[in-house]
Protein backbone atom coordinates (compact mmCIF):
# COMPACT_ATOMS: atom_id res chain seq x y z
CA UNK A 1 0.00 0.00 0.00
CA UNK A 2 1.31 3.52 -0.76
CA UNK A 3 2.28 5.39 2.63
CA UNK A 4 2.76 8.78 3.25
CA UNK A 5 3.71 9.28 7.26
CA UNK A 6 4.24 12.50 8.71
CA UNK A 7 6.18 11.60 12.06
CA UNK A 8 3.89 13.69 14.85
CA UNK A 9 -0.09 13.83 14.58
CA UNK A 10 -0.36 16.43 17.28
CA UNK A 11 2.50 19.11 18.41
CA UNK A 12 2.29 22.04 21.07
CA UNK A 13 4.85 24.46 20.97
CA UNK A 14 5.55 27.89 21.86
CA UNK A 15 5.84 30.88 20.48
CA UNK A 16 9.67 31.56 19.05
CA UNK A 17 10.31 27.75 18.90
CA UNK A 18 11.79 26.00 16.29
CA UNK A 19 9.79 23.67 14.83
CA UNK A 20 10.66 20.02 12.68
CA UNK A 21 7.45 18.43 10.68
CA UNK A 22 8.96 15.39 9.06
CA UNK A 23 7.61 13.26 5.84
CA UNK A 24 8.42 9.89 4.63
CA UNK A 25 6.75 8.59 1.37
CA UNK A 26 8.05 5.01 0.17
CA UNK A 27 6.68 5.31 -3.34
CA UNK A 28 9.68 6.37 -4.58
CA UNK A 29 8.06 9.59 -5.94
CA UNK A 30 9.23 12.65 -7.32
CA UNK A 31 7.04 15.58 -6.08
CA UNK A 32 6.29 16.21 -2.39
CA UNK A 33 4.36 19.38 -1.26
CA UNK A 34 3.73 20.63 2.35
CA UNK A 35 -0.01 21.67 2.29
CA UNK A 36 -1.64 24.03 5.32
CA UNK A 37 -4.86 23.58 6.14
CA UNK A 38 -7.17 26.10 7.69
CA UNK A 39 -11.06 26.03 8.47
CA UNK A 40 -12.80 27.87 5.34
CA UNK A 41 -9.83 28.20 3.05
CA UNK A 42 -9.15 24.84 2.19
CA UNK A 43 -5.62 23.65 1.78
CA UNK A 44 -2.91 26.13 0.36
CA UNK A 45 0.27 25.15 -0.82
CA UNK A 46 3.54 26.33 1.59
CA UNK A 47 6.37 24.87 -0.73
CA UNK A 48 6.86 22.11 -2.64
CA UNK A 49 10.20 19.80 -3.94
CA UNK A 50 10.46 17.91 -7.24
CA UNK A 51 14.06 16.42 -6.71
CA UNK A 52 16.42 16.29 -4.13
CA UNK A 53 17.90 19.22 -2.85
CA UNK A 54 15.26 21.24 -5.06
CA UNK A 55 12.53 23.40 -3.68
CA UNK A 56 9.88 25.52 -4.84
CA UNK A 57 8.08 28.39 -2.96
CA UNK A 58 4.32 28.09 -3.17
CA UNK A 59 1.90 30.09 -1.81
CA UNK A 60 2.09 30.98 1.33
CA UNK A 61 6.02 30.63 1.73
CA UNK A 62 6.68 33.04 4.40
CA UNK A 63 7.29 31.88 7.52
CA UNK A 64 8.60 28.77 6.28
CA UNK A 65 11.28 26.80 4.68
CA UNK A 66 11.88 23.29 3.86
CA UNK A 67 15.12 20.54 3.18
CA UNK A 68 14.75 17.92 1.10
CA UNK A 69 18.23 15.87 1.15
CA UNK A 70 16.58 12.39 0.10
CA UNK A 71 14.11 11.21 -2.03
CA UNK A 72 11.88 9.89 0.42
CA UNK A 73 11.93 12.51 3.21
CA UNK A 74 10.84 16.21 2.95
CA UNK A 75 10.91 18.51 6.14
CA UNK A 76 9.20 21.36 7.08
CA UNK A 77 10.55 24.01 9.20
CA UNK A 78 9.20 26.91 11.24
CA UNK A 79 12.22 28.56 12.34
CA UNK A 80 10.25 30.84 15.32
CA UNK A 81 6.78 29.90 15.38
CA UNK A 82 4.45 32.06 16.05
CA UNK A 83 0.74 31.81 16.90
CA UNK A 84 -0.77 32.47 13.35
CA UNK A 85 1.51 29.46 12.56
CA UNK A 86 -1.29 27.00 14.32
CA UNK A 87 -2.69 25.18 11.49
CA UNK A 88 -3.01 21.73 10.07
CA UNK A 89 -0.03 20.85 8.12
CA UNK A 90 -0.55 17.99 5.11
CA UNK A 91 2.07 16.36 3.53
CA UNK A 92 1.74 14.83 0.01
CA UNK A 93 3.61 12.92 -2.87
CA UNK A 94 3.06 12.37 -6.35
CA UNK A 95 4.96 11.33 -9.73
CA UNK A 96 6.81 13.92 -11.58
CA UNK A 97 5.22 15.42 -14.77
CA UNK A 98 2.33 12.47 -14.68
CA UNK A 99 -0.52 15.37 -15.11
CA UNK A 100 -2.81 12.85 -13.15
CA UNK A 101 -3.50 14.22 -10.22
CA UNK A 102 -3.06 11.99 -8.20
CA UNK A 103 -1.16 12.84 -5.04
CA UNK A 104 -1.48 10.57 -1.68
CA UNK A 105 -1.56 12.48 1.54
CA UNK A 106 -0.50 11.97 5.04
CA UNK A 107 -2.80 11.76 7.40
CA UNK A 108 -1.38 15.62 8.57
CA UNK A 109 0.19 17.39 11.65
CA UNK A 110 -1.80 19.37 14.13
CA UNK A 111 0.57 22.06 15.15
CA UNK A 112 -0.60 24.47 17.92
CA UNK A 113 1.92 27.36 19.15
CA UNK A 114 0.66 29.07 22.06
CA UNK B 1 -3.48 31.26 -13.03
CA UNK B 2 -5.98 28.65 -12.59
CA UNK B 3 -8.21 28.39 -9.13
CA UNK B 4 -11.11 26.95 -8.85
CA UNK B 5 -14.33 28.56 -6.79
CA UNK B 6 -16.63 26.05 -4.56
CA UNK B 7 -20.27 27.20 -4.53
CA UNK B 8 -21.29 26.24 -0.92
CA UNK B 9 -19.21 25.66 2.16
CA UNK B 10 -21.79 23.48 3.82
CA UNK B 11 -24.70 21.03 2.27
CA UNK B 12 -27.34 19.45 3.81
CA UNK B 13 -29.41 16.11 2.59
CA UNK B 14 -31.07 13.52 3.66
CA UNK B 15 -30.00 9.67 3.21
CA UNK B 16 -31.35 8.51 0.11
CA UNK B 17 -31.19 11.78 -1.91
CA UNK B 18 -29.39 13.27 -4.06
CA UNK B 19 -25.65 15.30 -3.76
CA UNK B 20 -24.86 17.78 -5.44
CA UNK B 21 -21.67 19.64 -4.79
CA UNK B 22 -21.01 22.89 -7.22
CA UNK B 23 -17.70 24.09 -8.11
CA UNK B 24 -16.79 26.29 -11.12
CA UNK B 25 -13.00 26.95 -12.53
CA UNK B 26 -11.07 29.18 -13.84
CA UNK B 27 -8.27 28.60 -16.42
CA UNK B 28 -6.70 29.91 -19.17
CA UNK B 29 -6.66 26.46 -20.88
CA UNK B 30 -8.15 23.06 -20.59
CA UNK B 31 -7.57 22.37 -17.36
CA UNK B 32 -7.17 19.03 -15.51
CA UNK B 33 -10.08 18.73 -12.53
CA UNK B 34 -9.97 16.45 -9.40
CA UNK B 35 -12.16 16.03 -6.47
CA UNK B 36 -10.63 15.13 -3.50
CA UNK B 37 -12.72 13.79 -0.33
CA UNK B 38 -11.47 13.76 3.61
CA UNK B 39 -12.81 12.48 6.07
CA UNK B 40 -13.43 13.51 9.72
CA UNK B 41 -9.79 12.43 11.22
CA UNK B 42 -8.62 10.95 7.93
CA UNK B 43 -5.89 11.90 5.05
CA UNK B 44 -7.22 13.46 1.62
CA UNK B 45 -8.58 10.84 -0.94
CA UNK B 46 -8.63 11.41 -4.70
CA UNK B 47 -12.50 10.49 -5.62
CA UNK B 48 -12.42 11.24 -9.70
CA UNK B 49 -10.03 13.02 -11.81
CA UNK B 50 -11.04 14.91 -15.44
CA UNK B 51 -8.10 15.14 -17.60
CA UNK B 52 -9.42 15.89 -21.22
CA UNK B 53 -11.23 12.18 -21.98
CA UNK B 54 -14.93 11.93 -21.38
CA UNK B 55 -16.27 14.81 -20.11
CA UNK B 56 -18.71 12.45 -17.81
CA UNK B 57 -16.28 10.79 -14.99
CA UNK B 58 -17.18 8.60 -12.53
CA UNK B 59 -15.10 7.74 -9.40
CA UNK B 60 -15.71 5.93 -6.31
CA UNK B 61 -18.38 5.30 -3.98
CA UNK B 62 -21.27 6.06 -6.67
CA UNK B 63 -19.75 9.46 -7.36
CA UNK B 64 -19.44 11.49 -10.71
CA UNK B 65 -18.86 14.91 -11.61
CA UNK B 66 -19.23 16.37 -15.49
CA UNK B 67 -16.60 18.83 -17.18
CA UNK B 68 -18.85 21.55 -18.83
CA UNK B 69 -16.59 23.83 -20.38
CA UNK B 70 -19.39 26.49 -21.63
CA UNK B 71 -20.21 26.76 -18.10
CA UNK B 72 -16.70 26.49 -16.86
CA UNK B 73 -18.18 23.90 -13.92
CA UNK B 74 -17.13 20.87 -12.87
CA UNK B 75 -20.48 19.88 -10.23
CA UNK B 76 -19.77 16.70 -8.27
CA UNK B 77 -22.53 14.43 -7.95
CA UNK B 78 -24.54 11.45 -6.62
CA UNK B 79 -27.75 9.31 -7.33
CA UNK B 80 -28.42 8.46 -3.27
CA UNK B 81 -26.58 9.38 -0.16
CA UNK B 82 -25.30 7.90 2.20
CA UNK B 83 -24.46 8.23 6.26
CA UNK B 84 -20.78 7.48 5.05
CA UNK B 85 -20.85 10.20 2.85
CA UNK B 86 -20.60 12.30 4.95
CA UNK B 87 -17.02 14.21 4.63
CA UNK B 88 -15.31 17.71 2.97
CA UNK B 89 -14.90 17.45 -0.10
CA UNK B 90 -12.60 19.30 -2.32
CA UNK B 91 -12.42 20.92 -6.26
CA UNK B 92 -8.85 20.62 -7.33
CA UNK B 93 -7.08 22.02 -10.33
CA UNK B 94 -3.51 21.04 -11.22
CA UNK B 95 -0.82 23.14 -12.51
CA UNK B 96 2.86 22.87 -13.37
CA UNK B 97 4.73 20.65 -11.36
CA UNK B 98 1.90 18.92 -10.46
CA UNK B 99 0.84 21.11 -8.02
CA UNK B 100 -2.65 21.08 -6.61
CA UNK B 101 -5.09 24.34 -6.41
CA UNK B 102 -7.76 23.55 -4.11
CA UNK B 103 -11.01 25.06 -3.57
CA UNK B 104 -11.67 25.79 -0.03
CA UNK B 105 -13.80 22.93 0.62
CA UNK B 106 -17.45 22.47 1.13
CA UNK B 107 -18.84 20.05 4.02
CA UNK B 108 -21.33 17.82 3.42
CA UNK B 109 -23.91 16.35 6.29
CA UNK B 110 -26.03 13.53 5.78
CA UNK B 111 -29.12 13.22 8.09
CA UNK B 112 -30.70 9.81 9.34
Known amino acids: DVKVTQSSRYLVKRTGEKVFLECVQD?????MFWYRQDPGLGLRLIYF???????EKGDIPEGYSVSREKKERFSLILESASTNQTSMYLC?????????????FGEGSRLTVL | AQSVTQLDSHVSVSEGTPVLLRCNYS??????LFWYVQHPNKGLQLLLK??????LVKGINGFEAEFKKSETSFHLTKPSAHMSDAAEYFC??????????FGKGTMLLVSP
Open chain 1, 49 to 55: SYDVKMK
Open chain 1, 92 to 104: ASGEQYSGTGELF
Open chain 1, 27 to 31: MDHEN
Open chain 2, 27 to 32: SSYSPS
Open chain 2, 50 to 55: YTSAAT
Open chain 2, 92 to 101: VVIGIYSTLT
